[in-house]
């Protein structure tokens, strides 16, 4: 039977003192993982085969060496998540040939040497792919050709890429897959892209993220800002009703202003919704507590909630949030400013609750601080007893005191 996995250190140790055992262990492992500096000990591997091996992950180093990688490449592999080291796309080409089963690629920093027509021609022959991440350190790969071919790859079902989709953009892509198929159908199988866009590119990709379940876009400025917001939270839940996870971070030099009816329209248009996040150069100064209510109860599977923006939410939308949805909370950021005394005797509860942000809070008006910071880190200890980190977004000498003595109640 296979192994789920062993450390590479513990591989290591095995390769000094019993290579016999070694082999014997590397022959059902499933998954390999390569962190810190574990690439030391790729030398010691150079003749050991890994069969049974579905995931390898390699954390970024110099001795990511080609050479060095090519034991694990067999025939069985699925995953491949490189994080940086000197291949090329000569390796990739090995990656191809050895690993036919290969449905998953992550990969960063290859040191400038792989080109994007190597990288094109390493997608046409790797049919079995179907999750591909191509991160920060890859800019040079990432151009309109690799991702004209990933948007009308038709069994790609997850995609992160970091290049800036713009309508433009679309329009290529819309044109390349008519040409192929005389129908501009982007992306058909996809359910989880990661990616940067335009307002404008934005809005024009939804349509065709209709069956996508996790969508986390960086939305960069295009001159749109001051309208596009509201039109792209209206277009979000028509495109995209299945959405489970949501995650907007908004980029720009200034703020983006959004209205509580576009929010409120968002989460009533996304039931499916377990995680929800808008977060950066956005405000939404209107956005006060009896929003909230419409919110949650839109939003029946709601775990993970972050709004990270300027708005008026105060400890009225705690209270509203934990009677809705205070059971199965496990995450939560709001920013607004919160008095926590007022949260004393209330019969709300967050009992799975492991992280906690709060925008503000409001020190007391009189009396002794520092006994006014106990009792509210009290509260907060009440509130979510299984709360793992606390943080306050504008921190002063009260929410010090409170977060102070609340770690000592943990």
């Given at each position: 039977?296979?192994?789920?996995?062993?450390?590479?250190?513990?591989?290591?140790?095995?390769?000094?003192?019993?290579p016999?055992?070694?082999?014997?262990?590397?022959?059902?492992l499933?998954?390999?993982?390569?962190?810190?500096?574990?690439?030391?000990?790729?030398?010691?591997?150079?003749?050991?085969?890994?069969?049974?091996?579905?995931?390898?992950?390699?954390?970024?180093?110099?001795?990511?060496?080609?050479h060095?990688?090519?034991?694990?490449?067999?025939?069985?592999?699925?995953a491949?998540?490189?994080?940086?080291?000197?291949?090329?796309?000569?390796?990739?080409?090995?990656?191809?040939?050895?690993?036919?089963?290969?449905?998953?690629?992550?990969?960063?920093?290859?040191?400038?040497?792989?080109?994007?027509?190597?990288?094109?021609h390493?997608?046409?022959g790797?049919?079995?792919?179907?999750?591909?991440?191509?991160?920060?350190?890859?800019?040079?790969?990432?151009?309109?050709?690799?991702?004209?071919?990933?948007?009308?790859?038709?069994?790609?079902?997850?995609?992160?890429?970091?290049?800036?989709?713009?309508?433009?953009?679309?329009?290529?892509?819309?044109?390349?897959?008519?040409?192929?198929?005389?129908?501009?159908?982007?992306?058909?199988?996809?359910?989880?892209?990661?990616?940067?866009?335009?307002f404008?590119?934005?809005?024009?990709?939804?349509?065709?993220?209709?069956?996508?379940?996790?969508?986390?876009?960086?939305?960069?400025?295009?001159?749109?800002?001051?309208?596009?917001?509201?039109?792209?939270?209206?277009?979000?839940?028509?495109?995209?009703?299945?959405?489970?996870?949501?995650?907007?971070?908004?980029?720009?030099?200034?703020?983006?202003p959004?209205?509580?009816?576009?929010?409120?329209?968002?989460?009533?248009?996304?039931?499916?919704?377990?995680?929800l996040?808008?977060?950066?150069?956005?405000?939404?100064?209107?956005?006060?507590?009896h929003?909230?209510?419409?919110?949650?109860e839109?939003?029946?599977?709601?775990?993970?909630?972050?709004?990270?923006?300027?708005?008026?939410?105060?400890?009225?939308?705690?209270?509203?949030l934990?009677?809705?949805?205070?059971?199965?909370?496990?995450?939560?950021?709001?920013?607004?400013?919160?008095?926590?005394?007022?949260?004393?005797?209330?019969d709300?509860?967050f009992?799975?609750?492991?992280?906690?942000?709060?925008?503000?809070?409001?020190?007391?008006?009189?009396?002794?601080?520092?006994?006014e910071?106990?009792?509210?880190?009290?509260?907060?200890?009440?509130?979510?007893?299984?709360?793992?980190?606390?943080?306050?977004?504008?921190?002063?000498?009260?929410?010090?005191?409170?977060?102070t003595?609340?770690?000592?109640?943990?």
């Open positions: 039977m296979a192994e789920d996995r062993t450390s590479v250190s513990t591989l290591a140790l095995l390769a000094e003192q019993d016999q055992q070694l082999q014997h262990r590397a022959n059902s499933r998954s390999l993982e390569f962190i810190a500096d574990d690439s030391m000990y790729h030398g010691v591997f150079k003749d050991i085969k890994f069969p049974t091996l579905e995931r390898l992950a390699l954390d970024a180093s110099n001795q990511n060496e080609e060095l990688l090519k034991p694990y490449l067999q025939p069985a592999l699925k491949f998540i490189f994080y940086g080291g000197p291949i090329s796309e000569n390796f990739l080409v090995t990656l191809q040939e050895s690993c036919p089963q290969l449905e998953e690629l992550l990969i960063d920093n290859a040191r400038g040497k792989i080109t994007p027509e190597g990288f094109l390493f997608l046409e790797a049919t079995s792919l179907k999750r591909i991440a191509i991160m920060y350190g890859m800019d040079q790969v990432a151009t309109d050709e690799v991702f004209v071919a990933l948007a009308t790859r038709p069994s790609l079902q997850s995609l992160q890429f970091q290049q800036t989709i713009n309508g433009d953009l679309i329009s290529l892509a819309e044109s390349q897959q008519t040409n192929q198929h005389d129908e501009a159908q982007l992306f058909p199988c996809l359910d989880k892209l990661v990616c940067r866009a335009t404008g590119g934005l809005v024009r990709l939804l349509p065709y993220l209709r069956q996508v379940t996790h969508l986390e876009a960086t939305i960069m400025s295009d001159g749109h800002t001051s309208t596009g917001s509201d039109t792209l939270l209206e277009a979000i839940p028509a495109s995209s009703p299945h959405l489970c996870i949501l995650k907007l971070e908004y980029s720009g030099v200034r703020p983006v959004i209205s509580p009816s576009g929010l409120v329209h968002l989460a009533q248009g996304l039931p499916h919704i377990q995680q996040e808008i977060s950066g150069q956005v405000r939404a100064p209107e956005l006060q507590d929003h909230m209510s419409k919110i949650v839109a939003l029946p599977d709601l775990r993970n909630l972050h709004l990270a923006f300027e708005c008026s939410l105060t400890e009225a939308a705690l209270i509203e934990g009677h809705e949805r205070g059971s199965s909370m496990t995450d939560c950021e709001l920013w607004g400013s919160y008095a926590l005394r007022n949260l004393r005797g209330s709300v509860s009992p799975v609750l492991r992280d906690l942000v709060l925008g503000k809070l409001v020190p007391p008006a009189f009396g002794d601080t520092k006994s910071a106990a009792s509210a880190a009290r509260v907060v200890k009440g509130l979510a007893p299984n709360l793992t980190s606390f943080d306050v977004v504008t921190g002063d000498a009260f929410a010090s005191l409170v977060d003595c609340w770690a000592d109640l943990i």
